[in-house]
């Protein structure tokens, strides 16, 4: 569904039609479980934070401004409960800082084919700092711009790329020296 | 029009974005002509574009809540709508004990119908509104409009939150005229003001 149509959905929502709820997360629902369970790694912790997101959004709709699309407006209230989440459980791992930028190659793509590797890759996203992993996710898995992911996140568009850009180049780090690993096993 | 080559670093940062599809027309263009400039930039381009596959291609099915999350937060939904009807009946309740204070009636339950209450002393309602109050609406403003105008509630919330209303004690047309007018004029308060049957 195009974000017009999404946008036509939660201005019935603010009408207070519920039926336009279902429609919206029929939607999202999916989508947007993935990115809150990716986040905390916890189906029932994320099924809680997936509620209270669209609960906030039935409440929110009569507020909803057109200057935002609405993928982005939900999944920035998603992004702000997995924050709050990750710091009731003592988990802050929201920082700007950045590691050194370092060298990138499509090498250690060449053996990754097989479940195995594709695990790998799992757990390489498991070792980014939750911004880094959501920057990157929402570029390649929701296909966001950076401005929209800027929205989502809370920071600026230069903050994005940036996270981008050292998350795929850690990703391609971690996969290789994993390849490498393996190789020498 | 010329431009200024975009730097490394932004070409780097911005690779990402070309390969899911969201950059500007403007920018598009920009980095296409870095990529017409630099072929060596493809090897970028592959890369960004193999991890963007792989990351869907590993990305697991997880078991969504599905329809049952559907169905909590349909509850949910529904359970705020109800809060306000549960507060305007607390509402009601209060505008009964002071018409009982007022008026010298027993309460004696709530019910579906008239038998619900028993005055202690005098007739039956003399004439019956159904009407539903706005959710906005201030609980003390609907008592207040009851207890102004001689009516007290007999029956309601109904499910679709209509109250419906009996003067109190015998009352003459022109006192029913007079009810019926005084809801009618606060729609600030309510939605609908009915005479019921």
Redesign the interface.
């Known amino acids: 569904m195009k974000d017009d149509a999404l946008v036509a959905v939660v201005r019935r929502m603010a009408a207070g039609d ?1 039926s336009a ?2 429609t919206l ?2 939607q999202l ?2 989508p947007l ?2 990115f809150i ?2 986040k905390l790694n916890d ?1 029932f912790a994320a ?1 809680d934070i ?2 209270e997101v ?2 906030e959004v ?1 409440r929110g709709a009569a507020g909803f401004q057109d200057r935002s699309r609405v993928r982005t407006w939900v999944y920035a209230i998603a992004w702000r409960k997995v924050v709050d989440e990750f710091r009731a459980r003592g988990r802050v791992t929201i920082q700007d800082e950045m590691p050194d930028r370092p060298d ?3 090498s250690a ?1 060449e053996l ?1 084919q097989t479940a195995e590797e ?2 790998m ?2 757990d390489c ?1 498991g070792g980014l700092k939750a911004d880094h992993r959501a920057a ?2 929402l ?3 929701e ?4 401005r ?1 992911v800027a929205e989502v996140i809370g920071v600026p568009e230069g903050t994005v ?2 996270r ?2 050292h998350a ?1 180049a850690l ?2 780090r971690c996969l290789e020296a994993k390849m490498n690993r393996r190789v020498r096993a | 029009m010329t431009s200024t080559p975009f730097d490394k670093a932004k070409i780097a940062e911005l690779v990402p974005f070309w390969v899911n599809g969201s950059l500007t027309d403007a920018e598009a263009e920009a980095l296409a002509r870095e990529f017409e400039r630099d072929p060596a930039l493809h090897a970028q381009v592959q890369a960004a574009r193999q991890l963007r596959e792989l990351m869907r291609a590993s990305a697991l099915p997880e078991r969504s809540p599905g329809d049952f999350g559907l169905a909590r937060l349909r509850r949910s939904v529904a359970e705020k709508a109800r809060a306000p009807a549960a507060l305007r009946q607390s509402a009601a309740a209060a505008a009964i004990a002071a018409a009982v204070t007022a008026g010298g009636f027993t309460l004696v339950g709530w019910g579906s119908s008239d038998e619900g209450y028993r005055q202690a002393a005098g007739p039956q309602p003399a004439a019956i509104f159904t009407v539903s109050v706005r959710d906005a609406a201030p609980h003390a403003a609907f008592a207040d409009l009851l207890l102004a105008n001689g009516l007290t509630i007999i029956d309601g919330p109904s499910a679709l939150g209509f109250y419906r209303l009996a003067l109190v004690g015998a009352a003459a047309d022109s006192d029913i005229d007079a009810a019926r007018s005084a809801l009618e004029h606060a729609s600030e308060l309510l939605e609908l003001v009915e005479t019921a049957e």
């Open positions: 519920v709820l279902d997360y029929r629902e999916r479980f993935g369970h990716s189906p099924a997936l509620h669209f609960l039935w990138e190659g499509p793509f990754l594709r695990d890759l799992r996203l990157i996710e570029t390649f898995l296909d966001m711009s950076y929209e790329k940036t981008v850009f795929k990703l391609l």
